[in-house]
């Protein structure tokens, strides 16, 4: 038997999803909050399950619930994307982009192929490089947008998600337990190698350096081939890889944030169009 899902329940759904109230949600989507309630009670039906247990504070997924709500994600941002595309003009002219490597795949990847189907004659230039380096040609003006860490006090610029950076071991060996601990490092000075050198000092671990690399991808490198452990953004922990924890003696480096900047002077459409894309693109990797 074939389900026929509603754009417009799941849309309902996915404003209860985020908001974990009903109350909230009714108000995000202005409707009242038995017509939330109904519009559920019609989506459960459909499904033929419960998608949120309800409990004094709120509403949270059940596993079907958390089963239905990246495609149902996904389902809505193409529609949007559909609409939007059969709305406007196609846009011209060129779009700058910097950001950190470890989001070129998983994010920009992203971002790009929906920017580009509403928008082929856009020229893009995107440019791959460290924070520092990307907020000085951003303030040179040969960058329009840009993606970078913000481990300091919020500057007050546009959050795209916290990624905090963690210390990362293989599943197939154990590292982590030996002692000098073998570290795979940033060659660089930077506030990454510092935060992560500092943090295993301040956890009273002996250390040694095993690999250095100038780069996150050199980094993953040596993780998955057990070389040692390495500080790595939690979102970008490769596969067979994972989080050494608080209870292992180790735990967050960091709070970082990843902030979106742009160029005062980049006003055109192609921006303001690229800079929801990539903001479309993290909400998608949250």
């Avoid at 499904?47 to 079907?64: I, K, M, N, S, W």
């Avoid at 941002?77 to 060129?94: C, Q, Y």
């Avoid at 506030?191 to 095993?210: H, K, N, P, T, V």
């Amino acid at each position: 038997m074939t389900v026929r899902l509603d754009s417009d329940l799941l849309r309902t759904f996915l404003a209860v999803a985020d908001s974990g109230n009903f109350t909230r949600a009714a108000e995000a989507v202005g409707r009242t909050q038995s017509a939330i309630s109904m519009q559920i009670k019609r989506l459960e039906e459909v499904v033929g399950d419960v998608l949120f247990e309800r409990g004094a504070r709120g509403v949270t997924l059940t596993q079907r619930g958390g089963d239905l709500v990246d495609n149902a994600r996904r389902i809505i941002a193409l529609l949007d994307e559909t609409a939007s595309s059969m709305r406007s003009a196609p846009l011209g002219g060129p779009v700058r982009i910097g950001l950190p490597e470890e989001y070129g795949q998983p994010v920009l990847s992203r971002a790009l192929g929906a920017f580009t189907k509403r928008h082929a004659q856009v020229e893009v230039t995107v440019r791959f490089g460290y924070s520092v380096s990307q907020l000085a040609a951003l303030a040179a003006g040969e960058l329009d947008l840009a993606v970078v860490f913000e481990w300091q006090a919020p500057t007050g610029v546009e959050v795209l998600m916290h990624d905090p950076t963690v210390w990362v071991t293989s599943n197939h060996h154990d590292l982590h337990r030996e002692r000098p601990l073998p570290v795979a490092i940033y060659t660089r000075e930077g506030w990454c190698r510092e935060l992560a050198l500092r943090s295993l000092e301040q956890r009273g671990i002996d250390y040694r350096f095993a690999y250095t690399s100038d780069t996150t991808n050199g980094l993953t490198l040596a993780v998955t081939a057990g070389l040692g452990v390495a500080p790595i953004a939690r979102s970008n922990i490769p596969a067979d890889c994972r989080e050494l924890t608080e209870a292992e003696g180790f735990g967050p480096i960091d709070t970082t944030r990843v902030v979106l900047h742009r160029n005062p002077r980049a006003i055109s459409e192609a921006v303001d169009a690229m800079a929801d894309a990539i903001r479309d693109a993290f909400h998608q990797r949250r």
